[in-house]
């Protein structure tokens, strides 16, 4: 299984994709977040990548995306892909 690890973005009104480091690109309307779908140009625009390419923020609009949710995985399964322990298995450990 290759990581799922964000390296670009790219937004439009209509669309949000997340290019990964591997090649592949993932996407989803851009409605799937009220936020991003009430924001400007300019407030999609300013997104960062953060938790080491797993997820997407936008902090002018206190948005945050995981790529487990464009992928339609559990969390923790996108993280351990990515090379990441469980939180719930770093609790019970």
Request: net charge negative; proline share 5%.
């Amino acid at each position: 299984m290759n990581p799922a690890i964000v390296t670009d973005v790219r937004i439009s009104d209509e669309r949000l994709t997340f290019i990964l480091a591997d090649g592949r690109a993932i996407a989803c309307p851009t409605s799937w977040s009220a936020r991003l779908a009430r924001a400007t140009p300019e407030q999609r625009a300013a997104w960062r990548i953060g938790g080491f390419g797993t997820h997407v923020e936008w902090p002018a609009i206190d948005e945050h995306i995981g790529v487990w949710t464009l992928l339609g995985v559990a969390e923790d399964h996108a993280l351990e892909a990515a090379g990441f322990a469980s939180p719930r298995r770093a609790i019970r450990a």
